[in-house]
């Protein structure tokens, strides 16, 4: 692939993020791997293969395809992914994670759909809300059926349940409607409608208030359902500055729930200390503003609004992960963007990267992206 028009700094930076990834799951799966599979690098193979070799794969004919051309497929795309979150439903076809219907499992191999939703869902809302670009702010026309679009999405998604995925969604959904030009009063409704429906679904399901009021108190059942928190922090102040050494945590020894999963962070900060942490935090700092600009040198909504959501993607998902493992938020199983061990994770943001720099390719304005 010629590189010319293309975001250099994303891209480079995309990859600073895999090798990154790719360095922390080796790491931190070894002692999973050995013990399920009695291969110390299982989890690291099967990340490259089914999740990274792919996902370039994806993304490397989304960036060649120019992006107004995902406009006419955004409502095809919306449909297969509602087919397929329904799919995981389906006895037989379904993999059920610890109570989670999450996954379609097809002759030993398994996939996500509610990673894909997160991209075909920006695409979609980017084409909806530029068609709609003077009837954003009509209630019947504009604010009832974006609505109606993000309630199609989040019934499946609830049913797995899957709140923390929701939650990623919902925010994206309405960030992109603001920048749309969707009036105030519209955001502060689907703000605290938002907030409000958060707290019901905690209310209704006992793990989720479990959760809630282990962020408020985390000396609370420390052995019991505060014990990944509480680990995860052993694991961050274990760290230090410099950090134990690449290889050397010892939280992942089956002290540390999802060592490679939502708790890499962790992991990252006990082997690689502060210093680590704030490498990979201005990787994240430089995907945004990249991201960012891309959107505002693009020629057209469409344009905008699909940069702005892939970007805010990939930076709220991060937050959540991040904030979570260090108790600023209540742990929610979201993993972090690039770095944790997913397979369908990492083929919708590689695909979602593809699309970014197809924006940066096609939709630039003369004013360059590349020369800021």
């Not at 999450?102 to 990673?115: D, H, L, N, R, Y």
């Not at 679009?149 to 923390?164: H, T």
């Not at 890499?264 to 995907?287: D, H, K, N, R």
């Not at 991201?291 to 693009?298: R, S």
């Amino acid at each position: 692939m010629k590189f010319a028009g293309y975001d250099k700094i994303l891209i480079v930076d995309t990859i600073l993020l895999l090798l990154f990834g790719l360095v922390m799951i080796s790491s931190a799966s070894v002692v999973l791997s050995y013990s399920k599979f009695g291969n110390n690098y299982y989890y690291l193979s099967h990340q490259f293969f089914y999740g990274l070799l792919p996902g370039v794969v994806l993304a490397f004919f989304a960036a060649r395809t120019d992006y107004r051309k995902f406009k006419k497929l955004a409502p095809l795309f919306l449909l297969v992914t509602l087919a397929l979150l329904l799919v995981v439903f389906v006895p037989g076809l379904s993999l059920d994670n610890r109570g989670v219907s999450s996954w379609i499992s097809v002759a030993g191999m398994s996939f996500q759909p509610s990673e894909l939703a997160k991209l075909t869902l920006i695409i979609y809302l980017a084409a909806w809300l530029e068609e709609r670009k003077n009837k954003i702010n009509d209630f019947s026309e504009g604010f009832i059926p974006f609505l109606m679009i993000i309630a199609l999405i989040a019934i499946p998604i609830l049913k797995q349940p899957d709140l923390g995925t929701l939650v990623v969604m919902c925010a994206i959904a309405f960030a992109m409607y603001f920048i749309a030009g969707a009036g105030f009063t519209y955001i502060m409704i689907l703000a605290l409608g938002g907030a409000a429906g958060v707290m019901v679904l905690i209310k209704l399901a006992p793990y989720r208030m479990q959760r809630l009021t282990t962020f408020l108190h985390p000396e609370y059942d420390p052995q019991g359902i505060g014990y990944q928190i509480n680990q995860a922090l052993l694991a961050l102040g274990s760290g230090g500055i410099l950090g134990l050494g690449l290889g050397h945590s010892r939280q992942k020894f089956n002290y540390l729930p999802e060592p490679i999963g939502d708790s890499i962070f962790a992991v990252t900060g006990e082997e690689l200390g502060l210093v680590g942490l704030v490498f990979l935090l201005i990787l994240f700092l430089l995907f945004a503003r990249r991201g960012f600009l891309i959107a505002e040198n693009a020629k057209d909504n469409f344009g905008k609004l699909i940069a702005v959501g892939i970007t805010l993607w990939v930076i709220f998902q991060a937050l959540m992960n991040i904030g979570a493992i260090t108790s600023l938020l209540p742990l929610t199983g979201i993993t972090l963007p690039f770095v944790s061990y997913g397979g369908s994770s990492l083929m919708a943001l590689l695909t979602g990267t593809g699309v970014l720099l197809s924006v940066s390719k096609f939709g630039n304005s003369p004013k360059k992206t590349n020369n800021k």
